[in-house]
């Protein structure tokens, strides 16, 4: 998409933050034809036909990646659509999103990935399909790898079903390794987390709900990590990391030169299993909320770098699948257009993460795990995707206004600091806010 | 959407006054009150107060004991009652609970009865009704009616619950009687003892309510008791379990030996059902202490005061 002539827009007076090309200054960009035509120093660009973004006192970053939403196509549009999930994802800065395989039926096949990047899906933002790695996603027969990754797989996952079989996944790592592309793994042991609908703690026991062990994740992410390690180029990434044990075990990977990377949600960065309250099921998610410890070894990873990127997570439900009652209801909450601002009010101005840290971990961090070209960094040539915000805009979150069709998100009524100004792909603006 | 929410006096925001949920967000002079009322009920004597109204009593799980208890409880207010379980109704349907409980509303229910094999299902239902919510028990959360009256039993007996030592024994991981029972046990400043094997026990228990104490060793637990609670242990929940069958009956079977370890007036107390030659031997089912059978009795005037502040009526004396 986004392949034609878009003519060219120059972005002046903002401030770029840029961590894969190490800028952080008042800088002028010019996009011309989908691509980056030039960055320079303020009022040294011209281009007398080209359309001006004023930016002053915004940030100007590369485009925003997620990569881990679900869009619910094919098969569950009553939940959400391309259309209506990748406007979503426009509001909230992403010019790329990576959607997870477990729609109906299950992204396991070339024709299903190129179904899912087809104009008519009306995608307002770059889809990148991530495939299942096992037939319909039962952990069994393996998908053909070479085939998904020419039809347009960024990456291998069946996401929502662990790959809990030795040999299942150290072949999914072998093959996956063979042509480069990334294994994403949800990792929870499912044999031990069945019926379970929070994290066990103190809350899990007084609600009298069945509690998810912090170990079930860490467990399946040491066994991974192990199994990624016998195979030159494999490269693990663990999704919507939740744990305290298993960042442990990645940063340790990471030490020993294993190619693992993870991501955290918005979510486990901002809330702690507590916040469940007396059973409001917005606040039911698979890896389920965390203690404040976990929390804070959250915290200390994004800081540190053992976290490689922030993903959404975007989960969306219909209504009468999440006011039910709380064992019954299904995991998962919206995220898209609340993620920069909960980057930005609890790990900028909370724990004073520095902007072009959180920059790093929406474009160059995702873009580097499944390793997409041109994209994540400002760079000369490289895809005119481009995110505008405002780091000191206060706003409260609606809900109600939200793009998604769903409305299951813990932060309704929320005042946030940090806000998207513009959106841009490919050179043409999305979205944009006054 | 006929349950429209309006003009509450809740204690809790969006839920009708003079609901029950559960005890742990109950003040102690609110469950004081209760049991006062309570006294002053009497089943065989009909006490009109609720006379014309209609309680809908809405069990998605089987029971004896709560359910009969409420039914006689609200007849004897002059009540009309209707049931409604799972198998029968348009619960089989795939109707959702709310949409379940907006019908009970729209025939005319002024109070809903709920047990439900979900935690928080009672919670939900009050949420989305403007009539008071009993909740009859829920899931593994709690039951709340049941701590009322075991609490009830226990004052008919002892002067008072401050420092009163009480153990439970049994399966406490899964027991909503358990959760209630603790809750309201500890506001009133009770020493608390659970018992158990760790796969009924975890650690975890102890941050329910402050004071608690946990002990792996039922001689220990029983020692010096004021009141040993037992709870039913399920045969099915010990599948898979570290511990066996025959070795919980070794080690935490609440038998004549053990309980002669608690204080001499100590009351055997059980929810029911009980599991004879499980969680408790015959003997000790029926033993001068066991105040088993007094516990469901108590069951009628604890739920007919419950059912009449549910509608805010019988707070005066007779």
Redesign the interface.
């Known amino acids: 998409m986004n392949q034609k002539r878009t003519g060219s827009l120059l972005i002046r007076g903002g401030h770029v933050i840029d961590p894969a090309a190490k800028l952080d200054a008042p800088m002028d960009i010019l996009l011309r034809d989908g691509h980056v035509a030039d960055v320079a120093p303020p009022n040294k660009l011209r281009d007398a036909s080209s359309e001006t973004f004023d930016a002053r006192g915004l940030i100007v970053a590369p485009g925003f990646i997620d990569l881990h939403v679900h869009l619910r196509e094919p098969g569950q549009s009553y939940k959400e659509t391309i259309a209506s999930g990748s406007a979503a994802a426009a509001a909230g800065g992403f010019t790329s999103v990576c959607c997870m395989p477990n729609t109906l039926p299950i992204v396991d096949s070339p024709e299903w990935v190129t179904w899912l990047q087809l104009p008519d899906r009306r995608a307002v933002v770059n889809v990148f399909p991530i495939a299942a790695a096992t037939h319909a996603s039962k952990g069994a027969v393996l998908t053909d790898f070479r085939a998904l990754q020419r039809a347009g797989a960024v990456a291998i996952s069946d996401d929502g079903r662990p790959i809990l079989n030795d040999a299942i996944m150290r072949e999914t790592l072998r093959l996956a390794a063979e042509i480069g592309i990334p294994v994403i793994q949800h990792a929870e042991d499912t044999r031990v987390t069945e019926h379970c609908s929070m994290n066990e703690s103190p809350t899990s026991f007084r609600l009298g709900l069945r509690g998810m062990a912090a170990s079930a994740e860490a467990s399946v992410v040491e066994r991974d990590v192990q199994l990624a390690q016998q195979f030159t180029g494999s490269r693990l990434h663990v999704a919507h990391i939740s744990t305290a044990e298993a960042l442990k075990v990645v940063r340790r990977g990471k030490r020993n030169n294993i190619r693992v990377t993870c991501e955290v949600t918005p979510h486990h960065f901002s809330l702690v299993d507590e916040d469940v309250g007396d059973y409001d099921t917005n606040f039911k998610m698979n890896p389920p909320l965390r203690s404040v410890a976990d929390r804070e070894a959250i915290l200390v990873a994004l800081a540190d770098g053992t976290i490689d990127a922030i993903a959404s997570d975007h989960a969306p439900h219909a209504l009468h699948e999440k006011v039910v009652e709380f064992e019954r209801a299904m995991f998962g909450i919206t995220g898209l257009e609340t993620a920069l601002a909960l980057a930005i009010t609890k790990l900028h101005r909370e724990q004073k993460i520095p902007l072009s840290r959180i920059v790093e971990l929406f474009t160059s961090g995702p873009a580097r795990v499944v390793n997409l070209k041109g994209r994540g960094s400002l760079a000369r040539g490289n895809h005119a995707d481009v995110t505008i915000f405002d780091p000191k805009k206060r706003w409260t979150f609606e809900v109600g206004k939200s793009r998604s069709k769903s409305r299951d998100s813990p932060f309704d009524g929320w005042q946030l600091t940090g806000k998207v100004v513009a959106t841009i792909v490919g050179g043409r603006v999305v979205h944009r806010t006054d | 959407m006929i349950a429209i929410r309006k003009n509450q006096t809740s204690d809790i925001p969006g839920i009708a006054s003079g609901s029950l949920l559960g005890i742990?967000h109950m003040a102690a002079a609110e469950i004081m009150s209760l049991l006062k009322a309570a006294a002053r009920m009497n089943p065989r004597r009909s006490r009109p107060l609720l006379r014309g109204k209609r309680v809908l009593l809405l069990f998605y799980e089987p029971s004896t004991r709560t359910r009969s208890s409420f039914e006689i409880a609200a007849k004897s207010l002059g009540a009309i009652t209707t049931l409604v379980q799972s198998s029968g109704s348009s619960i089989e349907k795939g109707e959702?609970?709310?949409d379940t409980v907006y019908t009970l509303r729209a025939v005319g229910a002024d109070i809903l009865v709920i047990r439900?094999p979900?935690?928080?299902?009672p919670?939900?239902a009050a949420r989305h009704l403007d009539i008071p919510v009993i909740n009859a028990g829920?899931?593994?959360?709690?039951h709340p009616s049941q701590a009322l009256l075991d609490a009830y039993t226990i004052l008919r007996h002892k002067k008072t619950l401050n420092g009163l030592h009480i153990t439970i024994v049994g399966d406490i991981?899964h027991s909503?009687v358990a959760?209630s029972a603790i809750h309201l046990f500890s506001k009133f400043g009770a020493k608390i003892t659970l018992c158990g094997p760790a796969d009924f026990l975890?650690e975890?228990?102890a941050?329910?309510a402050p004071g608690l104490h946990l002990s792996r060793t039922v001689e220990d637990a029983v020692r010096g008791a004021d009141a040993v609670m037992v709870l039913r242990v399920q045969k099915e929940r010990l599948a898979g379990k570290k511990i066996s069958l025959q070795e919980y009956i070794l080690k935490y079977q609440v038998t004549a030996e053990r309980l002669k370890l608690a204080k001499k007036d100590a009351l055997l107390m059980h929810p029911g059902p009980i599991v004879r030659g499980l969680e408790l031997t015959s003997e000790v089912a029926d033993c001068p202490q066991s105040v088993i059978v007094e516990e469901v009795q108590n069951g009628v005037p604890v739920r007919m005061a419950i059912l009449a502040r549910a509608l805010g009526k019988g707070k005066g004396r007779r």
């Open positions: 742990e959702s609970l709310l439900h979900n935690a928080g299902a919670l939900l829920d899931g593994m959360h709690e991981y909503r959760r975890p975890l228990a941050s329910l």
